[in-house]
């Protein structure tokens, strides 16, 4: 079974790509499943189900996302496994933009959008910068000019990954991303393996369920802004 | 330091050394957090005085940024060493969602139209995406791509310096807050065009040509018009952008001049592609494309007496306009 990740800013398109995606596999006789992580809500389990992808969620709630992500991983793999999956995507949703969901020999993609503004790329850490596969969408209501300039400034941010465009609502563009997923390595355990960068830390009082504000409260983790 | 662009080399380089010509690297560094205070440092230098923890913090490590810097100067400059403009581009046909063959064989020139018909759905996406992946027989309609009647090179084909394809539709704005000026130059630089002023200047005079009503490079893009952000797109287009083919879908007639748009195009050698069912753009074509269940159905070259009807087109167009013009300046119609 082929794993992949699939991470990137909340609403920029991840859902939609991997739904164009999955129904261009299936095409071709593949099937695939989903491993959806986020926050606090996801009811995407409709739009997968309309086109027969397995899909299981997994809400962080309390949790940091990607520390919820890389705990739960090998139990999804496990999952895919069973299910007899020639595919298995994991989708999240980067929250603080410093976010590191991609592990090493683990095909990776990263997908934002050209909406959210030319100095985005410089924004976004890990999630972006050591992504293989970098999916811009809404590239059909921005101009041509700003489309160039996004796409170079993501190259800037990330020279090693393949950029491709991919309009989430028609699907242009996801057969070029079937072609490239189609060499993603297979993944038989995760045991051993790591994440390709540090995730963010955080160990203080704030993280056990501290609420007071003031120096006395905090413990731990800190980190102070020099004004 | 020029072309032969050496990784190390900048990296030994000083700060000060590398303000002028090279500021665009301490603007890379910079962006990735790490800034310069000493001049007599070198790159080198700086990047070693962070500490794994303050790597950390920036979410990428050394190793990873140098490796990341080292592909990027590649890319940034393997662009420009290349002089192999694309003449022609020529499409083998493969077959249509029956499976039928298409027997098509077409040429697209440099400076040339050709526009594409055919009902929603037809396949006019899949033509121009066959186009920009310059596919080999890999593709769902088993086209292939020849160009300059050669084989591409498809390691090309995620390459930003040669995307084939650019495109224009009804639906595109600018959303950037910046003034077309300042956008400009962005646009400029990160296509690594020398004289970025002079550029500027000459893309917002062209659009001005083609745009009902003038804007400077103080307007901001957001409060551009739809005639005018129109005729911006297609400036910077003709000017700015390296791709050779220009797909446009439906240009509206409101407050731009479709006819010197495409002759703009024409004349930076561009290959146009127009997805039209404006019978005036249609016909201004050379060539015709009608796509039908999925495939090419056949191509029609715009005959004489087409290219004769185009003139009475353009005429009713003229008369159409001149009522706009006069509903614009509050005078009342009476006649036509």
């Given at each position: 079974?082929?794993?992949?990740t ?8 991840k859902?939609a790509?991997?739904?164009?995606l999955i129904?261009q596999l299936?095409q ?5 499943g989903?491993i ?7 009811n995407e389990?409709?739009q997968f189900?309309r086109i027969?992808?397995?899909v ?22 496990s ?5 007899k ?6 989708e999240s949703?980067?929250?603080?933009n410093?976010?590191?969901?991609h592990i ?6 990263c997908?934002?959008?050209n909406l ?9 850490g890990?999630?972006?910068r050591?992504?293989?596969i970098?999916?811009?969408t809404?590239?059909?209501i921005?101009s041509?000019?700003?489309?160039e300039?996004f796409?170079?400034?993501v190259?800037?941010?990330n020279a ?12 242009q563009?996801?057969?070029e991303l079937?072609?490239?997923v189609?060499?993603?390595p297979?993944?038989?355990t995760?045991?051993?393996e790591r ?7 955080a160990?203080?009082s ?5 609420t ?16 | ?5 050496n ?8 700060v ?5 010509e ?5 603007q890379y560094?910079?962006?990735f957090g790490?800034?310069?205070?000493e001049k007599?440092?070198s790159?080198?230098?700086?990047l ?13 490590s050394?190793?990873?940024l ?11 400059f ?6 192999n ?10 077959h249509?969602?029956?499976?039928e ?6 040429y697209?020139s440099k ?10 759905g ?9 186009i920009e992946?310059?596919?080999q027989n ?8 020849l ?7 498809i390691?090309l084909?995620?390459s930003?310096?040669?995307?084939l ?10 959303v950037?807050?910046a003034?077309?000026?300042e956008?400009l130059i962005?646009?400029a ?10 550029m500027v200047?000459?893309?917002i005079?062209q659009a001005?040509?083609?745009a009902?009503?003038?804007?400077t ?6 409060s ?6 129109r005729?911006l797109m ?5 000017l700015l952008?390296t791709?050779?083919?220009v797909l ?6 409101a407050?731009?001049?479709?006819k010197k748009?495409?002759q703009?195009?024409v004349r ?6 127009m997805?039209?069912?404006d019978p005036?753009l249609?016909l201004?074509?050379?060539q015709?494309?009608v796509?039908k269940?999925?495939?090419?159905h056949?191509?029609l070259i715009?005959?004489?007496a ?10 009713l167009?003229?008369?159409i306009?001149?009522?706009r013009q ?11």
């Amino acid at each position: 079974m082929k794993l992949i990740t699939v991470s990137g800013p909340p609403s920029s398109g991840k859902t939609a790509v991997l739904l164009k995606l999955i129904a261009q596999l299936q095409q071709s006789g593949k099937n695939a499943g989903v491993i959806k992580f986020d926050c606090l809500y996801a009811n995407e389990s409709q739009q997968f189900a309309r086109i027969n992808i397995p899909v299981k969620i997994g809400l962080s709630g309390n949790l940091c996302p990607d520390h919820f992500f890389v705990s739960n991983i090998e139990d999804g793999l496990s999952w895919g496994h069973e299910q007899k999956f020639d595919y298995l995507f994991t989708e999240s949703a980067g929250l603080c933009n410093r976010c590191s969901p991609h592990i090493k020999n683990v095909l990776a993609v990263c997908v934002i959008d050209n909406l959210m503004g030319m100095e985005t790329p410089k924004k976004i850490g890990p999630m972006l910068r050591l992504a293989d596969i970098v999916v811009i969408t809404k590239s059909d209501i921005v101009s041509q000019a700003e489309r160039e300039v996004f796409a170079f400034r993501v190259r800037q941010a990330n020279a090693k990954a393949t950029i491709l465009f991919v309009n989430g609502i028609n699907g242009q563009g996801t057969f070029e991303l079937s072609r490239l997923v189609e060499n993603a390595p297979e993944i038989i355990t995760l045991e051993q393996e790591r994440l390709r960068f540090s995730m963010p830390a955080a160990l203080c009082s704030y993280c056990l369920g501290e609420t007071k504000i003031g120096a006395e409260y905090q413990v731990g983790n800190l980190k102070k802004i020099d004004f | 330091m020029d072309k032969n662009i050496n990784t190390a080399e900048i990296l030994l380089s000083t700060v000060g050394s590398l303000e002028n010509e090279f500021a665009f690297v301490l603007q890379y560094f910079s962006d990735f957090g790490i800034h310069f205070n000493e001049k007599l440092q070198s790159i080198d230098q700086r990047l070693n005085e962070l500490t794994p923890d303050e790597y950390d913090d920036l979410g990428i490590s050394q190793e990873q940024l140098l490796q990341n810097f080292e592909q990027f100067l590649q890319q940034k400059f393997s662009g420009q060493k290349e002089d192999n403009p694309i003449q022609s581009i020529r499409i083998l046909g493969g077959h249509n969602k029956s499976g039928e063959a298409e027997n098509a064989d077409i040429y697209l020139s440099k400076g040339s139209i050709t526009s594409i018909v055919g009902p929603t759905g037809s396949g006019k996406s899949r033509l121009l995406a066959d186009i920009e992946w310059m596919a080999q027989n890999d593709t769902p309609t088993g086209r292939t791509i020849l160009i300059n009647d050669e084989l591409p090179d498809i390691s090309l084909r995620f390459s930003l310096e040669h995307k084939l394809v650019a495109q224009l539709s009804q639906n595109m704005n600018f959303v950037m807050d910046a003034s077309v000026q300042e956008f400009l130059i962005m646009h400029a630089e990160s296509r690594n065009v020398k004289n970025a002023t002079s550029m500027v200047d000459k893309i917002i005079l062209q659009a001005n040509e083609l745009a009902g009503e003038s804007f400077t490079g103080e307007t901001p893009l957001t409060s551009l018009s739809g005639g005018q952000s129109r005729a911006l797109m297609i400036a910077d287009t003709a000017l700015l952008s390296t791709s050779p083919v220009v797909l446009i879908d439906e240009i509206e007639n409101a407050g731009i001049d479709r006819k010197k748009a495409l002759q703009l195009l024409v004349r930076n050698e561009k290959i146009i592609l127009m997805a039209t069912h404006d019978p005036i753009l249609a016909l201004m074509a050379e060539q015709r494309l009608v796509i039908k269940n999925g495939g090419i159905h056949k191509l029609l070259i715009t005959s004489k007496a087409e290219k004769n009807n185009l003139k009475q087109l353009e005429t009713l167009d003229a008369q159409i306009m001149e009522l706009r013009q006069k509903l614009r300046s509050g005078e009342e119609i009476n006649s036509t």
